[in-house]
């Protein structure tokens, strides 16, 4: 997958990427990645949406707004969403799928991390834990088994749904955890604060089997001189992407935590949110000058801008070109 750069190949044995973005026009935008052209748009008057999710499967978009979920269907074109969940009396701030697209999770500022079954539709929520304060972030690990979750007071928590234990350990006293990110093998977490630092852990263990995982503090450095947004591991593992509101996006290897490449300039305001593609090789970004972005890696060149909405970009959700047998 080394040379692959299909994210810009019209080749049929491919499946077209999946790029969506959200605004504060309420609006929520679909995207040819190869031409920039918007080809599908969704109103979401209700209210701001604060995250995007495409389920692994590539069949629904989620979409976390204020007090509720709302999932729609990618393969067609009802602008209408095929269910709502609700129940929630604060913002979602976080929304992601389980990798068979057995359930959903979510988590938001009434401080609650809650499943939700989708294969039946069941509304309801399955199951729900507390944290005590304002849940920002929430990453699933790989061993699809553990849900680390950030908080408003600066607490990464760790619930282990196949047990129910949960475990918390301080981040950073005083600075809200933005984002969290684990890497693709599971054995690196990263985690943006309100102050712009970036910390990293080793998880040293994460059987299935075992007692669950235990984080290993490995370095802090400061990432940007203000407000920290998102951090994301790349799929190679070979860089963390953080955004913030100093308006760029960075690339960190992560041989040595060495910054690579600043992408981004005071005019885009704050990045909200970011993806890699694939091979590592591009990376797309949410700002509040209402433009998102595709960047080299490489060359920090941008590749593409994608233009249509009116107010700020606040989330974005980006699912690679799949070969089809």
Known sequence: MGTRKKIFDSNPMYERVLFVTASYD??????QAQSGNCY?????????????????????????A??????????????NPIAN???????????????????????????????????????NCQKQYSVGSSANTVCFHPNQREFFIGDQNGNIHIWDIKNDKKTQ???DRGASVQCI??????????????????????????????????????????AHQRYAIKCQFSP???????????????LWSTLGNIKTLELGN???????????????????????????????TVSGDVIREFTGHSKAITCLAFKDCVAVD
């Open 40 to 64: 599908r748009t969704i109103q979401h008057v209700d209210s701001q949406v604060n995250d995007l999710e495409i389920s692994p499967d590539r069949k629904f978009l989620a979409v976390a």
């Open 236 to 250: 190679d593992e070979t860089l963390l992407a953080t955004t913030s509101a100093d308006g760029t996006t960075r």
């Open 85 to 123: 969940y609700e129940g929630m009396s604060k913002n979602v701030t976080t929304v992601g799928f389980q990798s068979e697209c057995k359930w959903m999770f979510s988590a938001g500022e009434d401080g609650v991390v809650r499943i939700w079954d989708t294969r039946a539709r069941n509304t």
């Open 181 to 222: 990110s684990i890497n693709c093998d599971g054995t690196y977490l990263a985690a943006v604060n309100g102050k712009g630092y970036c910390h990293r852990w080793q998880i040293t263990k994460s059987s299935l089997d075992g007692d669950g995982s235990k984080l290993e503090f490995k370095s802090k450095f400061l």
């Open 66 to 79: 204020y007090q509720r979920i709302r999932l729609y269907d990618l393969l067609g074109s009802n602008p």
């Open 266 to 296: 005071k005019q885009q305001r704050w990045v909200w949110d970011c993806a890699f593609s694939d091979d590592s090789q591009f990376i797309f970004t949410a700002s509040s000058d209402g433009l998102a972005r595709l960047w080299n």
């Open 169 to 171: 350990l301080q981040h």
């Open 26 to 31: 309420h609006q929520i935008k679909f995207w």
